[in-house]
């Protein structure tokens, strides 16, 4: 069976879609844009679907496809060509299927928004920008996708542009990303300097070779080449998946939509950076070093950024550090060569961080776009349907058996605890304690919102009523493989070989495999894994987590008081989140603007500004007037002009002769 | 060859070129330019300029014109081909009928405008 | 041979003569049409035709039928076509299409077609001055317009001293070589390359003259913006088209089927002019605040940068030079297409600030005019880029990096102005004509017309699909020469 | 003895005279189309002469079509000139500039 007519119908359709609703969308009504958008994306979810069937069940080949050449320019060809394999099939799965519902969400969260249109249009876009990012079969069709949904992100986020919070997160997003694009483009620079192309194919089959270069710097230091080039990869990957200490722009991201925060922020963007890593997987297993930066960037942004949704109020910020923190279990898992789980990871997160935006996003229609969790508390009678997912969803982000996450999580888990990589060890305490950090903060936004007293004013006109069907059914919808998904899957995806179900697409460090070997021996079925819960340490740190939210916030709220002082040391430095907000803020942008300013002053001002911008703008605009000065409109004159540039022509000719 | 022929040409193009904007730059440059009124109207015997000195002609006389000389020239080019009718097979008797009717299109056409009645 | 040519002409005569009676412009602009897509079904016959038979390329030593004849003549029918269809109501509007008006627009495709078949000076010179003629009489098309006739006095002029000199050149030419048709003439020219005279020397000088006009390009380029300006704009659409691929039929013919063996004398002229040319184009289009004016010039621009690449004259050099044509092509068609649909009776778009908060009312025509601004700009993926691209690629490996340099700084200097009308469009607020009547905008359908928005649309999607997959039309260009 | 490159100089001083003709004048737009004629007539004789010196009629053909062409020439010139002086009632070269800049 012949893959690539449906990856192709799976790329263009969304794009149609968004054409259609963003230009068409005054013309086509909000109901008839919707309907399209939807329906498009439905078919490109129908081809998705196909693709995994038969990659899953058909054990189809891999199709790399390389479709056309659209530019050459000596050894740089930019081309478009698709590589439908294990891992971009799964990808496309998550992103058409969590796309298409939150699509159907936004139906009745943006019902009232003007733009509505425009919304759909982008999201579309944002789908489509996605599915090329995973289906590209070269580094620069990967690039733009990657700057596609970077852009997509921030014209979301600053969606709506009036709200200055809206729009400064916008700015920051954009900002921030550019400091990792910045290091991803220089990888790919090196990766065209010394490979001499851009495609995967020809990348990873000099992977070995690049592994042996070295770059010798000024002082006679010799930097591997490998793990250079991985370092740099990673910093892009690090600005996209919000890792630190590029996570400061995820927090802001929430002044968007909630749909968009599900959507892109949760679910699909910001796993580029783990999809990044899995896939040039040849090259990050060339080099130890990158590894073991990816495995403690990974796991110490796990527990930290975990940490700080403790002290936070907002319910989606709270989500958000969430993803941040569990973007970090995939990135260690990724550092430990368990692609497999990593991936496992992202997809299971995608589902149940999707619901939990999700069910945010309801909570904050039912609650007026209030978004304080202090302000909610007892919406458990008001909301049964986002109650029930809702919990559905906590329980599987903080890996209660059986749910999805604990299958991925456990997994990750365990092989951080065996990979025998610098910094291992460190990286599996982190995620321990992250595994009870998660279950406090989790459970402390769901007890504070949906259980307790309500806190806010009872209005006997307006109570909190659970939302129109067009947004819980997709909660529902996702509850399902958020219950499912771990336990179904988890064997065939992770525990068949080192590999795991990606097989052939990722590469593994021969080193490792054999720790790999050990770790998926370990497991004896998947009712044995779940039953072995209660012997493993993951387990009982994340049961101390849930009931330490437990007691704290719903048995004995007077304990937190006595206990945790407001301004102690560890509150306030989580409050002030590590500082990297304020350290930003008067390092580096304080630092750049007075750098600026005296660049602007003496560079800018004198030199650039009066010499080459404005300059040469200035002197372009004199000599545009002149220019318009010779047509003077006389006809003479023309003439005049014609028959003396003659002339002079003739003359040159002679002088020449 | 004839490049030496040629040369005068050059020389000649030159010349005339020069011969036309040098007595013009000259006036322009040398020549002393005070204009007031009485000096830029036009000069009639000491009476106030009645009519401007270019009478137009009808436009009619334009028309008529442009309509002989246009049907004028096309028939020289009758004069080589009766010339040359013995010489040349049926293809040059039939193309110049070609012509001739294309003529006579251009003739129907000017005639149904009306741009043959002096009215 | 000639049925291509011959449908046109019967169809002109036959608008002329029922255009007496007949008042409809609806009508005869269908029937035009008609005989257009006749001919371009002709076209492709004789060609499929003479290629299966394996007929000779030249016959008679004045009639071409060669590829660059056969894709010249189906690239002006199909402008042609659509420049009539996409003028039909504006034509209507302005009260301007009347019989004689499409009877001349046909004489004009007529003329064109000869040319880009000329294989003889007499054929060429016929062909030239029955287009040129036309195309002036068109100009002058609305008879109550002052700048209209202005326009049309000034082109004539102007024109007729460069047909003058072609001429000359022409006659300079017969008299060194005593050869008036091309292939005989080529020959001659191929065995005295080497120690050509001074006569020769100026005749080429005298005919490059005379083509830079028609192109328009600086310095011989002082009627372009005037022309566009004063011209009624479905007048100046044929002028921005269709006559200028005619004017790159002549420039194929003249410098490449004639005077390429003496491409030493004829290069660094071209090379001058065509970097004057880019230089007064993108710099003079700044200053401008009339649509039709900016156009005028941002034309002389991309016929300078098609210039770079004639002066390079070698096969694929030309190739290059036919796709930057056809991607000009497409791209002034699309502009003027998005004007063309927006001339309202309330509001004529001339000033570039008419089109404030077009994407506000129009987001479709505003995203196809910015389709259209992008690709003359030369912003990737257009088609636009991509001949810009060929182009300066084909410069690098020609070593005139000089060159390249020199045209990408002044492309940016040019993308100014087309941004500015981007920012216009979509940046800036609409702004009701008469504050008496709230109703009506600037940028106002002149009439729900589905044909004329299709083909615009058409042709702005061309602009994408092409840029995106130019390798077929590249290819197809390739092969021409 | 007149050879052919007395007539050469004799139609290059032509051509050259009409030239400056159309750049100087001024006043009159009709004198632009006698110049028009006046330079289509040297490059005429320029072939007539050639043709002469070649034995070749081809040069004499082209004359034919010259005239015919300059005539028609000539009828749009006068035609677009009728246009404007039925407007301005004048056939002055300076008010043509309208269209400027």
């Not at chain 1, 954009?174 to 490979?195: E, H, M, Q, S, T």
């Not at chain 3, 072609?166 to 050869?179: D, K, R, V, W």
Request: hydrophobic letters at 55%.
């Amino acid at each position: 069976m012949n893959l690539l007519p449906f990856a192709l119908l799976a790329l263009s359709a969304p794009l149609l879609g968004s054409l259609l609703a963003g230009f068409g969308g005054r013309l086509l009504g909000r109901c008839a844009s919707h309907c399209l958008a939807i329906g498009l994306l439905a078919v490109a979810w129908m081809c998705s679907v196909t693709l995994l069937y038969q990659m899953w069940y058909q054990h189809a080949p891999a199709l790399d496809w390389m479709g056309y050449n659209w530019l050459t320019s000596a050894s740089l060809h930019i081309d478009f060509g698709l590589l439908i394999d294990r891992l971009s099939v799964a990808m496309m799965m998550i992103v058409t299927s969590i796309s298409l519902l939150v699509h159907i969400y936004s139906i009745g969260y943006m019902h009232d928004d003007p733009a509505y249109q425009r919304f759909f249009s982008y999201m579309s876009l944002f789908t489509f920008a996605m599915l090329i990012l995973v289906t590209a079969n070269n580094v620069i069709q990967l690039f733009f996708g990657w700057e596609g949904v970077g852009l997509v992100s921030y014209l979301l986020i600053g969606f709506w542009f009036k709200k200055p919070s809206a729009a400064l997160g916008a700015y920051k997003a954009f900002i921030v990303n550019r400091v990792g694009d910045f290091g991803l483009l220089l990888g790919l620079a090196l990766l065209l300097y010394y490979v001499g192309s851009l495609n995967y194919q020809p990348i990873f089959a000099k992977a070995a070779w690049i592994a042996q270069q070295h770059i010798i710097f000024l002082h006679g230091h010799s930097v591997r080449l490998v793990s250079l080039i991985c370092i740099l990869l990673f910093i892009g990957a690090m600005g996209k998946s919000a890792q630190m200490p590029l996570h400061v722009w995820l927090p802001e991201s929430m002044e968007g939509p909630t749909p968009i925060s599900a959507l892109i922020h949760a679910a699909t963007m910001v796993t580029a950076g783990v999809y990044l890593v899995v896939r040039m997987s040849p090259l990050f297993s060339g080099s130890p070093v990158a590894l073991s930066v990816v495995l403690v960037v990974g796991a110490t942004g796990a527990l930290l950024l975990g940490l700080i949704g403790l002290v936070q109020n907002d319910i989606k910020r709270i989500i958000a550090y969430s993803t941040m923190s569990q973007l970090g279990y995939m990135m260690a898992a990724a550092g430990a060569s368990a692609f497999s789980a990593a991936i496992f990871h992202l997809i299971s997160h995608a589902f149940f961080k999707a619901l939990l935006f999700l069910g945010a996003g309801s909570v904050i229609l039912a609650m007026h776009h209030q978004q304080d969790i202090r302000k909610m508390g007892g919406l458990r009678s008001y909301l049964p349907i986002t109650y029930i997912t809702f919990l559905i969803g906590s329980c599987a982000l903080v890996a209660l058996p059986p749910f999805s996450g604990y299958y991925s999580k456990d997994a990750i888990i365990e092989a951080v605890h065996l990979a025998p990589i610098w910094g291992g060890h460190y990286a599996y305490i982190c995620l321990l304690l992250g595994a009870f950090v998660t279950a406090l903060y989790t459970f402390r936004l769901f007890f504070l919102t949906f259980h307790g007293s309500p806190r806010f004013d009872i209005d006997k006109e307006h109570l909190p009523h659970e939302s129109p069907w067009v947004v819980w059914l997709p909660l529902v919808l996702l509850a399902v493989p958020s219950v499912l998904f771990g336990i179904v899957h988890v064997q065939e995806f992770i525990y068949t070989s080192p590999e795991g179900w990606l097989g052939q697409v990722v590469y593994v460090m021969p080193a490792l495999r054999n720790y790999l070997s050990d770790w998926i021996s370990e497991f004896h079925g998947v009712f044995i894994a779940t039953a072995q819960a209660v012997f493993e340490l993951p387990f009982w740190f994340t049961i101390a987590g849930i009931m330490t939210a437990w007691i704290l916030y719903l048995v004995k709220p007077s304990l937190r008081a006595k206990y945790i002082k407001p301004d102690n040391l560890i509150s306030r430095i989580l409050r002030a989140k590590y500082g990297f907000d304020s350290f930003n803020d008067s390092i580096i942008v304080r630092g750049v603007q007075s750098l600026s300013r005296l660049f602007y002053h003496i560079g800018d001002m004198r030199l650039l500004d009066e010499g080459i911008v404005n300059g040469s703008a200035h002197r372009i605009k004199q000599l545009a007037q002149w220019m318009r000065c010779l047509q003077t409109g006389y006809l003479s004159y023309y003439l005049f002009v014609m028959a003396l540039a003659w002339v002079i022509l003739l003359a040159t000719w002679v002088g020449w002769f | 060859m004839l490049l030496k022929e040629y040369l005068p040409i050059v020389v000649f193009i030159a010349l005339g070129i020069g011969f036309g904007l040098v007595p013009l730059l000259a006036g322009f440059l040398i020549a002393p330019s005070r204009p007031n009124k009485a000096k830029e109207s036009p000069y009639e015997c000491g009476f106030e300029a009645i009519e401007t000195g270019r009478a137009p002609f009808d436009l009619r006389f334009y028309l008529v014109a442009i309509l002989f000389i246009l049907f004028d020239l096309e028939t020289a080019f009758l004069f080589p081909w009766a010339v040359s009718l013995r010489k040349i097979s049926s293809l040059g008797f039939f193309s110049m009928l070609f012509f001739l009717g294309l003529l006579l299109i251009g003739f129907l056409y000017e005639w149904c405008k009306g741009a043959l009645e002096w009215e | 041979m000639w049925i291509p040519e011959g449908i046109v002409l019967l169809a002109a005569i036959i608008i002329l003569l029922t255009g007496l009676r007949l008042k409809n412009a609806k009508l005869l602009a269908g029937l035009a049409r008609f005989s257009l897509l006749l001919t371009m079904l002709a076209t492709i016959l004789i060609k499929t035709y003479s290629w299966k038979h394996h007929l000779d390329t030249l016959i008679s030593e004045l009639w071409f039928m060669d590829h660059i004849a056969f894709v010249m003549k189906l690239t002006i029918e199909i402008t042609a076509w659509f420049v009539l269809g996409l003028g039909v109501h504006y034509t209507q509007h302005e009260d301007i299409g009347s019989g004689e008006y499409y009877a001349l627009t046909l004489f004009a495709v007529l003329g064109m077609l000869i040319v880009a078949s000329a294989a003889h000076f007499m054929v060429l010179f016929v062909g030239l001055e029955l287009f040129s003629l036309a195309i002036y009489a068109l100009v002058a098309s609305q008879c109550h317009i002052s700048i209209g006739i202005e326009a049309a006095i000034k082109y004539f002029v102007t024109g007729a001293l460069a047909s003058g000199l072609l001429l000359y050149g022409i006659s300079l030419i017969y008299g060194a070589t005593g050869q008036l048709a091309f292939v005989p003439l080529m020959q001659d020219l191929g065995v005295i390359a080497n120690g050509h005279s001074l006569l020769i020397s100026f005749g080429v000088i005298c005919i490059l003259v005379g083509v830079a006009f028609k192109l328009g390009v600086a310095p011989f380029h002082m009627w372009v913006p005037d022309i566009y300006e004063g011209a009624p704009l479905s007048v100046m659409l044929w002028i921005a088209t269709t006559a200028k691929i005619a004017a790159f039929a002549i420039l194929v013919r003249l410098l490449w089927n004639v005077l390429a063996p003496l491409g030493s004398i004829w290069q660094p002229l071209v090379q001058f002019l065509a970097l004057l040319s880019i230089l007064v184009g993108n710099t003079a289009a700044i200053a401008q605040s009339n649509f039709q004016r900016m156009l005028a010039y941002s034309s002389i621009a991309h016929m300078g940068y098609l210039l770079l690449a004639v002066q390079l004259n070698t096969e694929s050099a030309w190739s290059v030079a036919l796709f930057y044509m056809l991607s000009y092509v497409i791209g002034t068609l699309t502009a003027v297409a998005v004007i063309l649909l927006l001339q309202h009776k309330h509001a004529h778009i001339k000033q570039i600030n008419d089109l404030c908060g077009l994407h506000q009312r129009h987001p479709w025509l505003a995203f196809i005019l910015l389709l259209a601004m992008f690709s003359l700009a030369g912003v990737p993926p257009l088609l636009g880029f991509m001949a810009k691209w060929q182009i300066v690629q084909m410069l690098i490996e020609q070593q005139q990096i000089g060159y390249a340099i020199t045209a990408m700084l002044l492309t940016i200097v040019g993308a100014y102005y087309y941004l500015r009308i981007i920012k216009v469009i979509y940046f800036d607020d609409l702004q009701p004509l008469d504050p008496a009547k709230p109703n009506i905008y600037p940028p106002a359908l002149l009439a729900v017309q589905p044909t004329a928005s299709i083909m615009a649309a058409l042709c702005g999607g061309s602009l994408l699909f092409l840029g995106i997959f130019p390798a077929q039309l590249l290819q197809f260009c390739l092969q021409v020469f | 003895m007149i050879g052919l490159s007395h007539y050469l100089s004799v139609s290059a001083i032509i051509f050259s005279i009409s030239i400056l003709g159309l750049m100087i004048n001024h006043r009159n737009l009709i004198t632009l189309l006698m110049c028009i004629e006046l330079m289509l007539l040297a490059v005429s004789t320029n072939f007539i002469a050639f043709a002469r010196y070649l034995h070749q009629p081809a040069g004499e053909v082209f004359v034919f079509l010259i005239l015919a062409v300059a005539a028609a020439e000539s009828a749009i010139g006068l035609a677009i000139l009728v246009l404007w002086f039925r407007q301005h009632h004048s056939v002055d070269v300076e008010q043509l500039n309208r269209l400027k800049g």
